[in-house]
């Protein structure tokens, strides 16, 4: 009895040698099995640890590039002053260049909805709104999927414009309606061929039922303003300004302002100095802050050429000294 015992125990020290010394070569077979509430628990936070991991610089530099990208595709987008885009009126000029009848051309009127009635291409096309290389291509792709003709060469131009237009009225030669050739244009452009008479001095630029403030015509920024389609402009006259002249002068008082008159002028046509000797002269004018900002001149230096003689402006107030 005692020998069986003795066997046994061997046995067990033996099988427990063998199963620490595959733990020790094999430490995660040695672990107990997870239940399956456990190992969904493990495969979450292997996802929450993912997904909360930094970005590495690869993946900053991809999304830097991608949006660089787009950036620059938009930027790419032309002035409106150099693109025009088809609208209701308009006739266009279709010709194939590469057909039987290469070079002849067809004119197509763009009818109310925007479309042109194209029959080699099955039917209307719409073209309002787009440009003629778009024109062209629909026109080309319409062609290619219908199978009439593959790699067809066609040329697309506007013939006769009629859908983008201004309306020009006040102290014009010309006044009326205008036909633009773009999509905005610059205001001296529609003023050239309104014939814009001498005696205008302001713009009124009426857009989407919004009038804006009167522009100075003598101004360039004004001249360059870009008009667009539907726009009505207005061409005034200058309301009557004046400046102010007193001290040692003959006829001081308030003078009808005329747009570049300079300081000697003003002084001329009130009827000069009353003295021959004089010396200083002073003009005062509304600085940026609503105060009068007063600079002083010697006649004497502006006579005899060693200062520029200087402009006087709208509402200026002239004091001859002695």
């Given at each position: 009895m005692k020998n069986i015992i003795s066997i046994a125990l061997l046995s067990l020290c033996v099988a427990g040698s063998v199963l620490i010394a595959n733990a020790q070569k094999n430490p995660e077979t040695a672990k107990p099995k997870a239940t399956p509430s456990e190992e969904?628990?493990?495969?979450?936070?292997?996802?929450?640890?993912?997904?909360?991991?930094?970005?590495?610089?690869?993946?900053?530099i991809a999304e830097t590039t991608s949006t660089t990208a787009a950036a620059t595709s938009g930027a790419t987008t032309q002035p409106l002053t150099e693109v025009y885009k088809v609208g209701v009126g308009d006739i266009l000029d279709v010709r194939f260049m590469n057909s039987v009848n290469a070079g002849r051309s067809t004119l197509f009127t763009v009818v109310a909805g925007g479309m042109i009635d194209f029959p080699v291409a099955g039917g209307p096309i719409m073209v309002a709104g787009l440009t003629a290389d778009e024109i062209q291509a629909r026109i080309a792709g319409e062609l290619k999927r219908r199978a009439i003709e593959d790699g067809a060469h066609i040329s697309v131009g506007v013939r006769q414009y009629v859908s983008h237009s201004v309306l020009v009225t006040g102290l014009i030669g010309s006044p009326g309606a205008h036909i633009l050739r773009r999509e905005a244009v610059p205001l001296y452009v529609v003023l050239a061929e309104s014939q814009l008479r001498n005696d205008a001095g302001r713009v009124v630029i009426l857009r989407g039922g919004v009038t804006g403030q009167a522009l100075d015509l003598s101004d360039p920024v004004t001249l360059n303003t870009t008009v667009i389609n539907g726009?009505?402009?207005t061409v005034t006259g200058r309301p009557q300004e004046f400046y102010y002249i007193a001290g040692r002068i003959n006829y001081p008082g308030q003078k009808t302002y005329q747009s570049g008159i300079t300081l000697l002028q003003a002084i001329l046509a009130a009827g000069g100095t009353s003295r021959q000797n004089e010396s200083k002269v002073e003009i005062s004018r509304d600085g940026t802050d609503g105060r009068l900002v007063t600079t002083r001149f010697n006649l004497k230096d502006i006579k005899a050429g060693v200062i520029q003689d200087p402009k006087v402006l709208p509402g200026d107030r002239i004091q001859v000294l002695n």
């Amino acid at each position: 009895m005692k020998n069986i015992i003795s066997i046994a125990l061997l046995s067990l020290c033996v099988a427990g040698s063998v199963l620490i010394a595959n733990a020790q070569k094999n430490p995660e077979t040695a672990k107990p099995k997870a239940t399956p509430s456990e190992e969904q628990k493990n495969q979450n936070s292997g996802a929450s640890s993912t997904l909360s991991s930094p970005k590495t610089a690869n993946d900053s530099i991809a999304e830097t590039t991608s949006t660089t990208a787009a950036a620059t595709s938009g930027a790419t987008t032309q002035p409106l002053t150099e693109v025009y885009k088809v609208g209701v009126g308009d006739i266009l000029d279709v010709r194939f260049m590469n057909s039987v009848n290469a070079g002849r051309s067809t004119l197509f009127t763009v009818v109310a909805g925007g479309m042109i009635d194209f029959p080699v291409a099955g039917g209307p096309i719409m073209v309002a709104g787009l440009t003629a290389d778009e024109i062209q291509a629909r026109i080309a792709g319409e062609l290619k999927r219908r199978a009439i003709e593959d790699g067809a060469h066609i040329s697309v131009g506007v013939r006769q414009y009629v859908s983008h237009s201004v309306l020009v009225t006040g102290l014009i030669g010309s006044p009326g309606a205008h036909i633009l050739r773009r999509e905005a244009v610059p205001l001296y452009v529609v003023l050239a061929e309104s014939q814009l008479r001498n005696d205008a001095g302001r713009v009124v630029i009426l857009r989407g039922g919004v009038t804006g403030q009167a522009l100075d015509l003598s101004d360039p920024v004004t001249l360059n303003t870009t008009v667009i389609n539907g726009d009505v402009i207005t061409v005034t006259g200058r309301p009557q300004e004046f400046y102010y002249i007193a001290g040692r002068i003959n006829y001081p008082g308030q003078k009808t302002y005329q747009s570049g008159i300079t300081l000697l002028q003003a002084i001329l046509a009130a009827g000069g100095t009353s003295r021959q000797n004089e010396s200083k002269v002073e003009i005062s004018r509304d600085g940026t802050d609503g105060r009068l900002v007063t600079t002083r001149f010697n006649l004497k230096d502006i006579k005899a050429g060693v200062i520029q003689d200087p402009k006087v402006l709208p509402g200026d107030r002239i004091q001859v000294l002695n």
